[in-house]
Structures are given as structure tokens and as C-alpha cells.
């Protein structure tokens, strides 16, 4: 009974669509036909589903609500990245070594607040009339500007405003792919990719990550099993590993997706906590097979939601009419004090600062978890994250529960992993691993744990 209410609840079964037969679900579920057809009946007995004699069973409930929750494999609370999220974001007094973002007061509150005082100051309609769809010209000439420098040739007439990287993804995901497309994703990867692959009712499928990036025979393997649609990744500063694209993967990557039609989306949203660029696939491509996006959130305000796509010429007439159709005209001032702080160069000045802060940071938190025997599985070239395996073989999870005991919220591996392979992996952002409770309740767990 719970195996068809959550079939139904995912949309793997409408309105309408006939239910497994008896034989065939006892057989799947290892159980007699008999508990089959009594689960059948106190289903059809709560009008769930309804019989057909000589046919079989069938839905005949309205389609549900869609719960993501209900889609993919069923986590505790203390690694279930939708709970983790929620109470990081909701509680301020927690501590969050597995947050995805800075502290506030490592963000230039400052400046900000100078360009806010600026920004009052503008014309009426900056301050309260809609943007127009494509996003400030201003903005995306200078953006054009920015991805130049990485090798990216994107015309401003090539790029569109978003909200942010998360409805950059979305966009993309309602323009290229239909229900049931398969759309690969490295394993790890960012966990939020999973949950709006699913929304999209997407089959996603993980490809293994190394230290230079996915692995290149599992990811051509992948693309001749399934035939996917998308592919969607971090080239540079990957999240979580940190691991970096190398030139040789790159050029393999693309003539895979070249040969197979398969669009691929770089997330470049760490791209300014770089100290020297990485590789670009949309530098190696000409954003032919390539979109890239990016946003603001992770390096200058996470309540200025900007973000952006650079892509096909001829694609960004069709993105525009799905934004309008999804939330009408771009955020005009968070677009214009962006544009302000990058112009002003307080931005610049900014990350500086910021990359030093990290570096140091980096550094102090990799020493003081290999004092616990928690060792990174590669050492980052920049950015906040550190993937980090725990000694002797230590559940994640295990771990993740006890220190939610001490009102700290750890990431474990497996909220990232689709294989749910990553077990014995924490990530930790080092920004925000700087107060000696963290260590003091990991050391606690890993002792009760080890014992």
C-alpha cells in the first residue's frame, strides 16, 4: 500500500493508469499474490484506485500535489538535504559547517549598504517598475565583459537575466527536457540538482567523480545506456568535492556530447573564488553545446537574488517567453545594485579580500580535522568546501546525528551522492567551521562511534 500511494504521490503513476498486476507486483515486492490483492482491496476501499473486473486495478484518484519527498530514496533528518536545508536557512543559533554559503559577516555588508543608499536615489521606475525580460543592458554588457576573460564568447545579446542559478537551471530544464528524459549529473554533485531534476520528472543518473572531473568511459558508458538530454555540472570549484576540470577531460566530455546531441549545463557560481581560472567548457565549446550560468548569491548577497545565462543566440528568444510565463520581468534592483557594486569596485575589492579569508581558512580547518583523522579527498585549489572522508569506516550519518544533538548541522555524503555511495563523506565549508564547538562535538561522536 505504501509502494502505490508513493508511486502515485511521485507521478509514476496518473490518474487513469493501470496498477501492476497482482502476479507480476507480489513478484516485484517478494510477497504473495494473496497480501497483494489485500492491499488492492483496502486501497480501492479508500478509493484510491478503483477495479475492473477482467482488466485489473486502476487510479482513480486526482493527480496529488507533487512531493519531492516522496521521490528518490527516504533519508533521516539528519541527512536529508531538504530538512538539512530548512533548518540551517530557519535557525539562527545553529552552527553549520555543512551550509552551502557564507557567513553574513564575511559578505561586504558595507558596500552594500553604500549602493543601497545610492540606489534610493535613482528614478522612479528603477525603484518600482518591472525590468525588462532580458535583464539590465548595463549588466549584461558587463557580464559579457567578465566571461571574455575566461575565454567565453558571449554577446550580450547571448545572455539573459535570472533570479538566480536555481531558476537559470529551472528555465533550462522546462526549455530542453520533456518528463522522462534522462539528464546525467556527477556523483557526487550539488544536491539541489537532484530535487529539481525530479521536479521536472526527469531520470536522473549519476556519472562518478574524480579529482580532474566526471569519469570520462562511465560518462560515455552512461550516455550510450540512456541517452540523455542534459548534462549538468560544475567545471571549476566543484560542489562538494572542489575537484577541477582538467583541459583533457574537457575536450573528452565535449566530443562525447558533441556525438551524442547532448546539451551540457555549466553552474559556474564559485567562479570568483578562484585564484587562477580553470577550464571552461563553454571556452572550449563557443556556448554551441554549452550553456553556462551563474549568479551572485555565494560571493556578494545571498538576499540579492542575480543570477544569469549565457547561451545560444537563438535560444534566448524561447527563455524569454518561459521567464515571462514563469515570474513575467527580471528583479530591476537587484540587477541595478549589483551592476553598482561591480562598477564601483568595491566587488573587486571584496573578493580579495575574500579569497585570502578562505585560503587561511582552508588551511585551519584541514588541520584541525586531521587531528580527528578526518582527511580531505583532495586538497581544493579555492573556494569554501572540503570533501572529507571519516576514519575507520564511520557512518556519515551516524556522525551528522550526533552532532545535530549539539545543534550542529553537518552535510554527509550521501544527501550529495545518487548511488547514495558516499557514506563515509562529510563536506564541510570552511567558512563556517571556524568555532571550536564543531570540532569539540565531532570528536565526541567519532569516539562513541569508534568504540
Not at 210 to 215: E, K, L, R, S, V
Request: net charge neutral.
Amino acid at each position: 500500500m505504501a509502494e502505490i500511494r508513493s508511486r502515485i504521490a511521485g507521478r509514476g503513476l496518473v490518474p487513469g493508469a493501470r496498477l501492476p498486476s497482482v502476479r507480476a507486483f507480489a513478484k516485484a515486492m517478494h510477497v504473495s499474490a494473496s497480501t497483494v490483492v489485500e492491499a488492492y482491496e483496502r486501497l480501492a476501499a479508500e478509493g484510491l484506485i478503483r477495479s475492473r473486473p477482467g482488466s485489473g486495478f486502476y487510479v482513480s484518484s486526482p493527480l496529488a500535489p507533487l512531493s519531492l519527498s516522496e521521490i528518490g530514496p527516504k533519508l533521516d533528518r539528519a541527512i536529508d538535504p531538504f530538512w538539512v536545508s530548512r533548518q540551517a536557512l530557519e535557525d539562527g543559533d545553529l552552527l553549520k559547517p555543512g551550509c552551502g554559503w557564507l557567513p553574513s559577516s564575511w559578505m561586504p555588508e558595507a558596500a552594500i549598504r553604500r549602493a543601497l543608499r545610492s540606489l534610493s536615489r535613482s528614478e522612479d521606475r528603477v525603484l518600482s517598475d518591472y525590468g525588462t525580460p532580458l535583464g539590465s543592458p548595463q549588466l549584461r554588457q558587463l557580464l559579457s565583459r567578465r566571461m571574455g576573460e575566461h575565454g567565453i564568447p558571449a554577446a550580450t545579446d547571448q545572455i539573459i537575466l535570472t533570479e538566480s542559478g536555481t531558476q537559470a537551471i529551472d528555465l533550462l530544464c522546462r526549455f530542453l527536457i520533456e518528463p522522462g528524459d534522462a539528464v546525467l549529473v556527477d556523483d557526487p554533485c550539488y544536491f539541489n540538482f537532484h530535487a529539481l531534476l525530479r521536479a521536472h520528472r526527469a531520470k536522473v543518473v549519476g556519472v562518478p567523480m574524480t579529482p580532474a572531473g566526471p569519469d570520462v568511459e562511465a560518462f560515455g558508458n552512461a550516455i550510450e545506456e540512456h541517452k540523455p538530454r542534459l548534462y549538468i555540472t560544475n567545471s571549476a570549484i566543484h560542489n562538494p568535492t572542489g575537484a577541477t576540470l582538467s583541459p583533457v577531460v574537457a575536450h573528452r566530455l565535449l566530443k562525447l556530447a558533441d556525438r551524442a546531441g547532448l546539451t551540457v549545463i555549466e553552474d559556474d557560481i564559485f567562479a570568483d573564488l578562484e585564484h587562477e581560472p580553470a577550464p571552461r567548457l563553454a571556452a572550449f565549446d563557443g556556448l554551441d553545446r554549452v550553456v553556462h550560468i551563474g549568479s551572485f548569491s555565494k560571493t556578494l548577497s545571498a538576499s540579492v537574488r542575480c543570477g544569469f545565462i549565457a547561451a545560444r543566440r537563438e535560444w534566448i528568444e524561447g527563455l524569454v517567453d518561459l521567464k515571462i510565463a514563469t515570474s513575467f520581468a527580471a528583479g530591476r534592483l537587484s540587477s541595478e545594485l549589483v551592476l553598482l557594486l561591480l562598477t564601483d569596485g568595491s566587488y573587486r575589492k571584496h573578493l580579495e579580500e575574500l579569497r585570502v579569508r578562505l585560503s587561511r581558512a582552508m588551511e585551519a580547518t584541514t588541520g584541525r580535522l586531521a587531528t580527528l583523522g578526518i582527511t580531505p579527498w583532495l586538497q581544493p585549489r579555492a573556494g569554501l568546501f572540503l570533501w572529507c572522508r571519516l576514519p575507520n569506516g564511520i557512518e556519515a550519518a551516524d556522525v551528522a546525528r550526533a552532532c545535530l544533538a549539539d545543534n550542529i548541522v553537518l552535510a554527509p555524503g550521501n544527501a550529495f551522492s545518487l548511488s547514495q555511495n558516499a557514506g563515509s563523506f562529510l563536506r564541510f565549508n570552511v567558512a563556517q567551521s571556524e568555532d571550536a564547538r564543531i570540532f569539540r562535538s565531532l570528536g565526541r561522536a567519532l569516539d562513541a562511534l569508534g568504540q
